[in-house]
Structures are given as structure tokens and as C-alpha cells.
């Protein structure tokens, strides 16, 4: 078995096959980012991979929204966190 993250497939074609799988690839690749440092790549990877879905999580103009409550209010590392794990 290969030990590489669920996220590093995405550009390689796959597929999630349900919203709990994407949203924790969603996850996993924000994470990624924001523990090297990268809070405003964190924020736009989540919402960047939310898109990917082959069927919407999320209305687009909710995902706005999200994205400027993120850029706007969240500051420091753990607000982000706390902003990424919030997706369900």
C-alpha cells in the first residue's frame, strides 16, 4: 500500500465517493498548509478543494462568505484550525 496522504491522489484524477471522504481530503490538504505556516494557503486550499466535489458541499455564494469570514476574522493558527475542522 502506498503511504501517501488521500490528498496527494486529487491531481492524479481520483475520485472521493462520499462527502465525508472529500471533506477529509479537504481537510488534510488545509492542514498541510497551515502547519507549514501558509494560514492564507490553508483557507484557499479548503475552499479550493471544497469545489472539486463532483457534486457541490456547499452553494457557492455560502463558500464566499467562508472565505472572507476566514481572510477577515481568523488570525492566528488555531483560529484557522478551529475554522477548518468546523466543516462537516
Given at each position: 500500500m502506498n503511504n501517501e496522504p488521500l490528498?496527494?491522489?486529487?491531481?492524479?484524477?481520483?475520485?472521493?465517493?462520499?462527502?465525508?471522504?472529500?471533506?477529509?481530503?479537504?481537510k488534510q490538504g488545509a492542514i498541510v498548509r497551515?502547519?507549514?505556516?501558509?494560514?492564507?494557503?490553508?483557507?484557499?486550499s479548503m475552499i479550493s478543494d471544497l469545489r472539486k466535489?463532483?457534486?457541490p458541499l456547499y452553494d457557492a455564494a455560502l463558500l464566499r462568505a467562508l472565505l472572507a469570514d476566514a481572510l477577515c476574522f481568523r488570525n492566528t493558527p488555531d483560529q484557522v484550525r478551529d475554522w477548518i475542522d468546523g466543516f462537516n
Open positions: 490528498w496527494a491522489f486529487w491531481g492524479r484524477g481520483a475520485r472521493m465517493t462520499t462527502r465525508v471522504e472529500h471533506l477529509g481530503v479537504c497551515l502547519e507549514a505556516g501558509d494560514l492564507q494557503g490553508a483557507i484557499a466535489a463532483d457534486e
